[in-house]
């Protein structure tokens, strides 16, 4: 039934003193009720926690299941299969730049060109007098030497851009690859992008932060090969700043390659209340995932699993 307002009583008299009262016990009771202050980048945290949003986790409905909270890591995780696709080989190039030169067996310190080759296909990296990325197709006759370029960019926006690069590149089930690219617009940006060489086609999997728990260098994606014909990825987004050189990330994205799955499905999107991956591992069709939120002091540390028999 709808709230009845008490019949009104007459006005009472305000004092000084009772409005300064009241304001004190308002005050008060604000202070009681919040959590500790949250820093964004620019250090202008939201005052005493007041707008503290909740992280939480998020598993795809595909897989019919929950993480579960474990009480223990398991005393042992079988080793992870081989891959059953070519791996990726990084090499300088020689003689010059694209179509001209050649691969190297080996990269050489600070090349003026490089190629992360795989499977007939080259992501070249230039230096000078331009940095830039290009897709290369081999040469089937001669692996060393180089065919043609393909046509595919990573955006549309890509010729405005001051300079970009391939920091990382990661083979993925039924030729592709996964391409972490640093590009300036004019502010620098990492970005993850998967190149499929059979349509020649590029998609965008928005911007991305390296994994702060690591500390340097920077890594921006882990993988664990679950088949060998499926492999997991894990990827970080949205920074924030806790103090001095200290951040942690609000979201862990979990993201399964295999025939099935050749866009990637998202199995987990890991929020911080739930931490960060620091260890994973597969056993039968359950991942496990050992996680810490580095803002608690020690940081509040769990395990988790999760049933993926239904996605493998």
Request: glycine share 8%; aromatic share 8%.
């Amino acid at each position: 039934m709808p709230a009845r307002r008490d019949k009104p009583r007459p006005p009472r008299r305000s004092t000084a003193a009772h409005r300064a009262g009241i304001g004190l016990l308002v005050l008060a009771g604000a202070f009681a009720g919040c959590g500790p202050a949250q820093s964004n980048e620019g250090g202008n945290g939201m005052i005493f926690g007041l707008f503290k949003s909740k992280l939480t986790s998020t598993v795809s409905p595909q897989l019919g299941a929950s993480l579960v909270r474990e009480s223990a890591w398991p005393a042992s995780l079988p080793a992870a299969p081989a891959a059953a696709y070519p791996q990726v080989r990084n090499v300088s190039i020689d003689g010059g730049l694209p179509p001209a030169g050649t691969l190297a067996t080996a990269r050489a310190e600070h090349p003026a060109a490089e190629a992360f080759v795989i499977d007939g296909l080259a992501v070249v990296n230039t230096y000078e007098p331009e940095r830039r990325t290009q897709l290369w197709q081999l040469d089937a006759r001669d692996a060393r030497r180089f065919d043609k370029q393909r046509s595919a960019a990573f955006d549309p926006a890509q010729a405005k851009w001051l300079m970009y690069s391939a920091e990382t590149v990661l083979a993925l089930p039924g030729r592709q690859v996964l391409i972490q690219l640093k590009y300036h617009r004019p502010q620098a940006t990492d970005g993850l992008f998967i190149y499929d060489a059979e349509a020649d086609r590029v998609r965008s999997f928005g911007n991305v932060e390296p994994d702060w728990s690591r500390g340097l260098p920077f890594r921006f994606i882990d993988s664990l090969q679950l088949r060998p014909d499926a492999l997991l990825v894990r990827y970080q987004t949205e920074k924030e700043r806790l103090g001095p050189q200290r951040y942690v990330n609000h979201y862990e994205h979990l993201v399964l390659f295999s025939p099935r799955h050749r866009d990637g499905l998202e199995l987990v999107k890991l929020g911080l209340d739930d931490g960060s991956v620091r260890r994973w591992g597969l056993s039968g069709s359950k991942l496990w995932l050992q996680t810490a939120d580095d803002r608690a002091s020690p940081p509040r540390e769990a395990v988790w699993s999760l049933d993926l028999a239904r996605a493998l």
